[in-house]
């Protein structure tokens, strides 16, 4: 343990020293997948801006594809950080998940080359194996699919080993059993077939049954780790929202999939499944709200690390809104049949994997910032009165809200001009895409991404400062908890 206020890994135990390791890399990505959305912005703007260096098609790629592995790393990151703690037992096989660290970053390194170096290549196997699989999100090719999958391999025996041979609490056991789901789904995105609707069938496995099931659930638990950690919130109270909140997730999420199975080729059941099930999904984000405002009430907001706990509140709000509200918004038949990939999508799909994801790894970044200053006070009297990390905060969430709504104007103008007057004719498309309004979004969208790019600065030089020549110890949070 070195002084206070000194950053030194000294200060951080295997798990966490492994964890930081991928918080590091999850930030940096995260200025990765800014960069890209700014750049693929600016070609709504200027058609002709890079076009051939490097296209759209290419920016987009990256921009979402940084977006899911930057929060994957933040996720891991996150397990390893709590783990030694919440087993009470050093991780099992630590070296093991070192190596596969330091493999997996290469081949994320290796796969943004391609994407950026290659771009194209022939229409057979062999680009599907070496350059792009072609799956929104999951595009990285088949060779690293398959390395993914030994990397999650690992880290899974990691988790499970070190729960195994430690405490196996009420947290560790719903995280192994969403891990194990989490990590097999990634397998319906890896096979290949010609038939476009059977693809879209699989891919939707993948990206709806992570990101409103198994993350969903993964990120409750790193919260109620949060919430004991920097609250002392009783861990039988954590732990029974958990449960509730996992039984509500999974008994809506699972067949809510049905709203993606609309229009592709799916059989007409679909519509109501899917319009009925995914109805009831905000009922568990409803659940995650009260939890945090009763936990917070509890405790009379009374914490040892402010932006940790400002960014889990921000978090159970930004869940409600982009993917409770947002979401709900255009999830029945009869309002999907218009609103269906216009941007209105990307707007849902912008404040909903901000406002639950990104908001959970930026909490967990400066609990980990507090840790490896060997703790250090970051509760209320920070210097400058901790305008760097409210500034951050308020720029990120000015920008995010700006492209949010800039993108919900165009997504209600194309689905009055392309959708309801034209018929969702090809020359209706082009007609709601030329359309003022619809320029206008593209260009406040751009405006606010600045705005968002001005606080992810903000963000990263606090987290590299704050607590630094900090003397008081974190504030002693009466714990009931352990
Ligand atoms: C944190 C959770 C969520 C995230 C991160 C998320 C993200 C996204 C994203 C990125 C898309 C666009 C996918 C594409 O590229 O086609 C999408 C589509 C969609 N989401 Fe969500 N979503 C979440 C939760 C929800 C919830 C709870 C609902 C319903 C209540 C919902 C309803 C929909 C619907 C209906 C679509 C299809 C839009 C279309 O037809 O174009 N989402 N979501
Ligand atoms: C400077 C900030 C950003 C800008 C300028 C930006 C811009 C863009 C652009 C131009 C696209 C392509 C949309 C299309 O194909 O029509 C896109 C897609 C997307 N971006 Fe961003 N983005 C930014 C930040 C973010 C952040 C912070 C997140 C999530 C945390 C995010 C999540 C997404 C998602 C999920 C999609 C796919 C949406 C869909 O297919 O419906 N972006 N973004
Ligand atoms: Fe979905």
Sequence with gaps: ???????????????????????????????????????AGLQFLLPDFLFGVLDFSVNRTLHVNALVVWLLYGFIGGVYFMLEDEAKHPVVGLGLGNLIFWVLTAAVVVVVLVFLLVQVGPGDMSSIWLINEGREYIEAPR?????IVVSVLVFFYNVVATFAKGRYTGIAGVLVMDLMALAGLYLAGMAYTPNISMDQFWWWWVIHLWVEATWE???????????????????????????????????????????HYFWIGTPEYWLTIGGFFSALEPVPLV?????????????????????????????????????????????????????????????????????????????????????????VWMSGNL????????????????GMIGMTMALLIAGYEQSQIERATEGSTWMGYFEAQAHPWFQQAMTWRQISGFGFLLGYILLVWDLLTIGKGETRPAQVIESEAH
């Excluded at 060779?143 to 390395?147: Q, V, Y």
């Excluded at 210097?383 to 000015?398: D, F, Q, S, T, V």
């Design 1 to 39: 343990m070195s002084a206070l206020g000194v950053f030194n890994t000294a200060n951080l135990n295997g798990g966490q020293k492994l964890g930081l390791k991928y918080l590091t890399v999850s930030l940096v990505l995260f200025g990765a997948q800014i960069l890209f959305g700014l750049l």
């Design 143 to 147: 060779w690293a699919d398959i390395g």
């Design 287 to 375: 659940a995650m709200v009260v939890h945090a405002l009763f936990d917070s009430g509890v405790h009379r907001m009374k914490n040892n690390n402010h932006p940790a706990l400002a960014w889990t509140i921000s978090q159970a709000a930004g869940n409600f809104f982009g993917a409770g509200v947002f979401g709900f918004m255009h999830t029945l038949p009869q309002i999907n049949l218009y609103t269906h990939g216009t941007q209105w999508s990307a707007s849902h799909g912008h404040l909903a994997f901000f406002g639950a994801y990104s908001t959970a790894v930026i909490g967990f970044f400066y609990l980990a910032a507090q840790k490896s200053r060997g703790n």
């Design 383 to 398: 210097p400058g009165n901790g305008w760097k990390w409210k500034w951050g905060m308020a720029w990120l969430w000015i």
């Design 217 to 259: 659930v993964l990120v409750g638990c790193i919260m109620a780790y949060m919430l004991i950690e920097t609250m002392g919130v009783r861990r039988k109270i954590v732990e029974t929202w958990l449960y509730i909140e996992v039984a509500l997730m999974f008994g809506s999420g699972i067949l809510g999939l049905g709203h």
